[in-house]
């Protein structure tokens, strides 16, 4: 057998840097990467990033941060797996591998002018965050903004101090709902789907953007045809183990689509008719 | 096009000859009417009357296990991307194992391209064989439309009595004529064999599904539903053999596997099978195929349907693998036939 070393291969991973890691809640930790040379990762929002240990494995992450921010990027990890518990295991100045990104993020060019509907249950916010503050930095590019935030409890809420100013701010509606309240909790209770009745919106001019765990889509998206919201302008963002990345290895696969190339964000109109899809 | 002649008390001057240069692997028989591809120093160890091979030639082009990265993290996460690879001479190819290569390698080609299958499958030469006889009752290369050679080799092998009617497809097919001066010219006589023989094969590889393969996918559009699913899927045990066999299955996974220092390791890539219960499982515990109808549907329609869609081709060659191998008797011809009848009673 022979071995040799190839310069470009698909599955050569970046060194890069954790330049600060924080834990968020009890299972959910958060890290700033900077890819070595200080490259730029140049990705869109709702992309999800490869990420590297040697002797651990591979994961697929969603990219949190908005490429606006362009000397670094965010990742949020759930310990879950042998994978996940390693990397919350790691902390500022310990290197790490990454691949990509990969994926069809969330059309930013087509979103541009529009009104934005975020909706967002659990993990959902982690990947929809790098969306939302990339519009908070270009906020003249789009019309109105509703976000719709739902967690399990008061304590589960990732990101608190900015989800406190996209509350504060006036050029954007906020509203949140816990599944169970704790006694400080003054806001709303109940499903992510009792918020959207009560938004006030122009249907044609406005594109949903939903990103949560899997059984919520299709509540949510009834909602939203409710409102009159055109199947084509609501966006999902669809968890699947994209496992190489590359369209290849199967797993992420949903019919003919592959998850990590023609996804993971996908206009309803696309995947309605696809068993197995939401 | 050329076209030569090799006799065939020549094959095992041919095959030493090549094992001199290269490795050379061909159809050996094992026990109870099994077949392998395995090294061959001389033609006697080789069939060359053989029923599909337990594995197809895929286990060279994609090994089962196969390094892409070796690693040390003694000071961070230092690492080369390789290809590991082998010259050597695949000899006795059948049609639909041709078949099951070109798919592959348009896979593998397909963007991003592989390089470590790339740079693998340009150190192979491959030398086809023609099936003269129907291998056995599982076989659908007539459907298929693999019974005859559709490109996909350096040389091509027909049996025709005491000669073998070579088709020269390459140059490295032609550099093999040239190096080993073993083979001889042509004439119209030896076409005209090549042509009786044909006329023979068609009698004997013929189609008796009623449809022609073209139509398969419009069926499985309509059969999405289909009760056959359900009725395959309470049979089938999981196991994977039938991706295990199958000459264009392809899924992986990618492991990592350190050395006993802990320190260095090679991340390896290695078969995985859509057959098995926790491939489309995610992190937060959803399973999006988790009924083995539901993978087994998934399996069939990437075989007749998905691959049309994307690449215009088919990825069933026809070679019966599946159904010669799988233990709970899941028979891809009956399948097919059900979901055909399904079809024309709507």
């Known amino acids: ?278 | 096009m050329q076209y030569l002649i090799l006799k065939k008390d020549r094959l095992n001057d041919l095959i030493s000859s090549l094992a001199l240069r290269k490795k050379v692997v061909a159809p050996v028989k094992k026990e109870n009417n099994n077949y392998s591809f395995e090294e061959v120093k001389s033609a006697k160890e080789i069939s060359l009357e053989y029923i599909p091979t337990i594995l197809p030639p895929k286990k060279y082009f994609m090994p089962q296990y196969e390094t892409l990265v070796e690693y040390d993290i003694s000071e961070g996460q230092k690492m080369d991307a390789v290809v590991e690879y082998e010259n050597m001479i695949l000899f006795g190819v059948h049609t639909c194992d041709l078949a099951g290569i070109q798919s592959l390698n348009i896979v593998f080609s397909d963007r991003p391209k592989d390089l470590n299958y790339l740079i693998r499958k340009n150190k192979i030469i491959i030398i086809g064989l023609e099936c003269n006889k129907l291998c056995d009752e599982y076989a659908t290369c007539a459907l298929m439309d693999n019974d005859l050679p559709n490109g996909g080799y350096d040389l091509f092998f027909t049996d025709l009595g005491d000669y073998f009617y070579v088709h020269v497809n390459t140059q490295a097919g032609d550099d093999i004529v040239d190096e080993t001066k073993l083979f001889e010219p042509s004439d119209t006589s030896h076409e005209k064999d090549l042509e009786k023989l044909r006329e023979q094969k068609r009698k004997l590889f013929v189609n008796k599904f009623g449809i022609d393969h073209q139509e398969i996918p419009n069926i499985f559009d309509k059969s999405v539903n289909s009760p056959i699913w359900e009725d395959i899927g309470n049979r089938c045990l999981s196991c994977g053999n039938c991706t295990n066999v199958c000459p264009t299955c392809y899924c992986f996974d990618i492991k990592d596997v350190p050395n006993l220092d802990l320190k260095t390791g090679k991340r390896i890539r290695v078969w995985d099978s859509c057959q098995n219960e926790t491939f489309a499982k995610v992190a937060g515990g959803e399973n999006f195929r988790e009924k083995r109808s539901d993978r087994k549907r998934h399996r069939f329609y990437r075989k007749f349907k998905y691959p049309v869609n994307r690449y215009s081709r088919f990825f069933c060659t026809g070679c019966g693998r599946c159904t010669r191998t799988c233990m709970a008797n899941i028979s891809l011809i009956d399948t097919l036939n059900q979901l055909i009848k399904e079809n024309s009673a709507k």
């Open chain 1, 1 to 278: 057998m022979n071995k040799e070393v190839i310069k470009n291969s698909e599955y050569k991973i970046k060194r890069s840097k954790i330049i600060k890691a924080k834990k968020l809640t009890e299972h959910e930790k958060f890290f700033e990467i900077a890819l070595p040379n200080a490259e730029c990762l140049d990705h869109d929002p709702g992309q999800f990033v490869e990420v590297s240990l040697f002797g651990v494995g591979e994961a697929p992450i969603s990219i949190s941060s908005s490429p606006t921010q362009r000397h670094s990027f965010e990742l949020v990890v759930r310990a879950v797996g042998r994978f996940t518990n390693e990397m919350h295991k790691l902390e500022s100045g310990d290197e790490i591998g990454i691949r990509g990104p990969f994926g069809q993020g969330f059309p930013v060019r087509i979103l541009e002018g529009n009104d934005l509907l975020f909706v967002a249950g659990g993990l959902g916010i982690v990947p929809m965050r790098s969306l939302i503050n990339y519009v908070m930095d270009n906020r003249r590019d789009f019309g109105k903004v509703n976000i719709l935030l739902g967690c399990k409890t008061p304590k589960d809420m990732l990101f608190g101090d900015e989800v406190a100013l996209w509350e504060k701010r006036m050029d954007v509606n906020f509203s949140c709902t816990v599944d169970r309240a704790d006694p400080d909790w003054a806001g709303n209770v109940g499903l992510i789907t009792s918020l959207i009745p009560g938004v006030t919106l122009d249907p044609n001019r406005t594109f949903a953007i939903v990103v949560g765990p899997p059984i919520m889509y299709k509540f949510v998206v009834k909602e939203l045809l409710a409102k009159n919201i055109p199947e084509r302008q609501i966006l999902l963002s669809l968890e699947r183990h994209m496992k190489c990345g590359l369209g290849r290895c199967g797993h992420c696969q949903i019919q003919d689509i592959y998850c990590c190339q023609d996804g993971p964000v996908f206009s309803y109109d696309k995947i309605k008719n696809i068993k197995g899809a939401i």
